[in-house]
C-alpha cells in the first residue's frame, strides 16, 4: 500500500483482533451462507473477542455457541460446507484442534479429492496456537507443521492486522478447507487497517523489511519480534531482509527464492519446535532450488524440542527471543 | 391394499442392491475389483425404505457399507460399477472407490471410510438447513458400531439442541467388525441413548421395508414440521462377514439362516408386493429381469471404460 492510499483513511489502526473481527462482519454481510460456530463465540465473543458484536448483528442462527464438542461441531462445519455454506469454525486453541483431525484431515481435507474433483469444503478453521504467558503444554503449541503435512489444506499464518483481515476475508471465500492459525500474542498488537474491503489473496509472501544481507524468513509472531532484531542489526550495519510467507499452504517460494539470490545467506525463525517443522521444509526446497547462490549453510532457529513448561523464564528459553535472533543473524553473516 | 407403483419400485430397488452386491462380489473374485469390499446384503431394506420416504432434494450421508444407500438414493449403476473399478468413468474418478462414493450434487453427500464420521458431517447438512430455512431433511446412516463412538453421542447433542431436520437412522446389524453388539453395550436397545440427549426414537424392524419406509415418511414429516430430529434404530443382520474376505465364522449358523430365509429383506419385499399389491409372478419376475439387464450392462460399461490416465493425474497433484 502506498503512502498516499493510506493517507486516505488518516492511517487508520486497528488491534489484530478487531481486523478479524471487521473480515467476519464484512463477509457475513456480504454472504449469507457464512457462519461462525464455537465454543463462547456469541455472548461472549470469543476468549480474544474476535467475534465480539457478531451474535447481536446476526442473531444465534449465524453466530453458533456450540457444546464442547469440537469434533462434532467441526464436523458439522464440514458438512454444512460440503452442502454449499462457509462456515468459519473456531476452535479456543490450536492444542484442542487434536480433538477435530478426522474431520479435518480425513474428511475436509480429502472431499474434494476423494468425489473425483465434483465436491467442495469451503470451511474455514480458526484457531490460534504459540506461547503466551504461563499457559503450559497444553495451551501453548506451535502445530502448524501437522496441518502443512495434509494435502488438501491451505494453511494461513498472519502476523499483521493488516494481513489478518486480508487473508481471513480471502480464506471465507476460498473453495477449499483453510486452516487460518492467529497467535494469542498478537490479537492486542496494532497496525494500519484500510476502513475498505480488500483482500490478501492466499500464496503471496510479503516482504516486510527490505535488506540485501540475509534472508529471514518468519511467520506469525515470530514476525514483529524478527522486525524488532533487525532493527537493532541495522545500527550495526546489517540489513536483513524479512520475508513472511504469510501463508505456508500454498507458500510463496518465488519470492523467497528471489530475495535468496540477492542476499545469498538465510535465517528461518519459527516458534515451534525444529523436529518434522516447516522451516526446515522451506530451508530443503531452498537449497534445492538456490544452492548455487547460498554462501553459507541455512540456519534455522526453532522452538526447542519440548512441551511448553508453565514456568515463565523455563518458557522464555523454549521459543526464539530476540536476541537469539540477533545472535544467529550475526553469525551467519560472519560465516563464511 | 398397499400400492402397486411403490410396492414394485421399493422390490426393485432392494433386487437392485442384492444384484449389484452378488454381482460386484464376483468381480471381486475375479480381482477386478481391489481393496475393500463391505457388502450391503441383507440390510438392503433399510436404504431402500428410508430413501424412498425422502425428496429428490434431500440428502443422505452414508458408510464404509454405502452401496446399497447410493443405489436407494437413484445412483447410476454404470457409474457405480465403475467406480468400484476404479475406472476414470466412476463417479468419484477411480479415486474414491468402494469407501468414499459420493454424488454431492445429487445430495448423496458420501460414503466414509471412518465409522461414524459421517453423523456430525449429516448433522452439518441439517445446520445448513436450518441456517437457509431451505425445507430439506438430511438422512444420516450409520451402525451399531458408530454408536459407541463419541461423535455419535456429540452430534445427537447437536441435533437435538438445535431441533435440526435429521433422522439418525441406526442400522443395528449386531456386530461391529466382529465382535456382537451384546459385548459392547448394556443397555437391551441402542436407541435408549437417544431420549437421554432427548431425541425422539423409534424401534423398527429394519428388513420389513415397509416398516422403515413408514416411520422413515413419519420422521421425515416431523422434521420438516421443526420437530427433528429422530433416531430410528433398523434392526438387522449381515448375510456375510464384515467385507468380503472376512468369513464371519463368529455368525451362530442358525441365526444366518433365519436372516437369509425368513427374515430375508428381499424375500419380504417380493411377498409384499404380491400379497399386498396382487403382483403376478410373471410382473415381478419381468422386474427382476429389467434389473439383471442393467446390470450387465453396468458391468460391461465399467470393464470397457478407461483407466485413469496416470499423467493426468501427476499434473493434478503437482502443485499442491
Known sequence: MSPAEQSADNGREIMYREALNEALREEMTRDSDVFCIGVGIGQRGGSYKVTAGLLDEFGPKRVIDAPISEASF??????????????????????????????????????????????????????????????????????????????????????????????????????????????????????????????????????????????????????????????????????????????????????????????????????????????????????????????????????????????????KVCVPQEPDIIDVVRQTVGAV | MHDKELLSELYRQIYTIRLFETRCIKLYRQGLIRGYFHPYLGEEAIAVGVCSALNDDDYIVSTHRGHGHCIAWGAELNRMVAELLGKQTGYCGGRGGSMHIADVRAGNLGANGIVGAGIPMGVGAALGSSIREDGKVTAIFFSDGAANNGVFAEAMNLAAIWNLPTILVLENNHYAVSTPIEQLCRTKNLADRAAGYGVENHIVDGNDVLQVYAQAKDAADRCRNGKGPVLLECNTYRHQGHHVNDPGDYMPKDKLEYYRGEKDPLRIARQYLIDQAGATEEEVVTIESEVEAALDQAVLFAEESKEPDVNEFLQEVKNN
Do not use: C
Not at chain 1, 119 to 126: H, I, K, N, Q, S
Not at chain 1, 241 to 264: C, F, G, M, Q, Y
Open chain 1, 74 to 315: 467441526t464436523g458439522a462445519a464440514v458438512g454444512a460446507a460440503i452442502t454449499g455454506l462457509r462456515p468459519v469454525a473456531e476452535i479456543l486453541f490450536i492444542d484442542f484442534s487434536l480433538l477435530v483431525l478426522d474431520q479435518i484431515v480425513n474428511q475436509a481435507a480429502k472431499h474434494r479429492f476423494m468425489t473425483g474433483g465434483v465436491g467442495r469444503a469451503p470451511m474455514v478453521l480458526r484457531t490460534q496456537g504459540g506461547v503466551g504467558n504461563g499457559l503450559a503444554a497444553q495451551h501453548s503449541q506451535s502445530l502448524e507443521a501437522m496441518y502443512y503435512h495434509i494435502p488438501g489444506l491451505k494453511l494461513v499464518m498472519p502476523s499483521t492486522p493488516y494481513d489478518a483481515k486480508g487473508l481471513l476475508t480471502a480464506a471465507i471465500r476460498d473453495d477449499d478447507p483453510v486452516v487460518f492459525l492467529e497467535h494469542k500474542l498478537l490479537y492486542m498488537t496494532k497496525g494500519h487497517v484500510p476502513a475498505d474491503r480488500y483482500i490478501v489473496e492466499l500464496g503471496h509472501a510479503d516482504v516486510k523489511r527490505e535488506g540485501k544481507d540475509i534472508t529471514l524468513i518468519a511467520w506469525s509472531n515470530m514476525v514483529p519480534r524478527s522486525l524488532a532484531a533487525a532493527e537493532k542489526l541495522s545500527a550495526e550495519g546489517i540489513e536483513v531482509e524479512v520475508i513472511d510467507p504469510r501463508t505456508l499452504v500454498p507458500l510463496d517460494k518465488e519470492t523467497i527464492l528471489a530475495s535468496v539470490r540477492k542476499t545469498s545467506r538465510v535465517v528461518i525463525v519459527q516458534e515451534a519446535i525444529r523436529r518434522g517443522g516447516v522451516g526446515s521444509d522451506i530451508a530443503s526446497i531452498i537449497q534445492q532450488e538456490a544452492f548455487d547462490y547460498l554462501d553459507s549453510p541455512i540456519e534455522v532457529l526453532a522452538g526447542k524440542n519440548t512441551a511448553i513448561p508453565f514456568n515463565l523464564a523455563l518458557e
